[in-house]
């Protein structure tokens, strides 16, 4: 069993940044990709930004490309999200997950392929 709490969540004024947490614990995570999934009010929840189990291969949905900086300590069990110059359109809950399957190891932006999910981290950009 694995167990992801996300912390760093809160209100934020638009230009603003604000650096996600993921601690996980019952099992290390150095073999595995993270990935960080946002879902706001009455929409899907959706892809962010997910990294490889070394950390040196990254991937991000094109609206955050520039802006979030995702990373990881596996020394710690630890991921990152970075997310600098906020907008309002970034409000949602945010999630860490570990991914699953055969890739384990590589990025993925399908929800379908992460077996781990924290309990989530509201961000919260106000115009």
């Known amino acids: 069993q694995v167990q992801l709490v996300e912390s760093g969540g809160g209100l934020v004024q638009a230009g603003g940044s604000l650096r996600l947490s993921c601690v996980a614990s019952?099992?290390?995570?150095?073999?595995?990709?993270m990935g960080w999934f946002r879902q706001a009010p009455g929409k899907e929840r959706e892809f962010v930004a997910a990294?490889?189990?070394?950390?040196?291969?990254?991937d991000y949905r094109d609206s955050v490309k520039g802006r979030f900086t995702i990373s990881r300590d596996n020394a710690k069990n630890t991921v990152y999200l970075q997310m600098d110059s906020l907008q309002p359109e970034d409000t949602a809950v945010y999630y860490c997950?570990?991914?699953?399957?055969?890739?384990?190891?590589?990025?993925?932006?399908?929800?379908?392929?992460?077996?781990?999910w924290g309990q989530g981290t509201q961000v919260t950009v106000s115009s």
């Open positions: 990294t490889s189990w070394s950390g040196d291969i990254t």
């Open positions: 997950a570990k991914k699953g399957g055969n890739y384990f190891y590589t990025p993925g932006r399908a929800y379908e392929e992460y077996d781990y």
């Open positions: 019952g099992r290390t995570l150095s073999n595995h990709a």
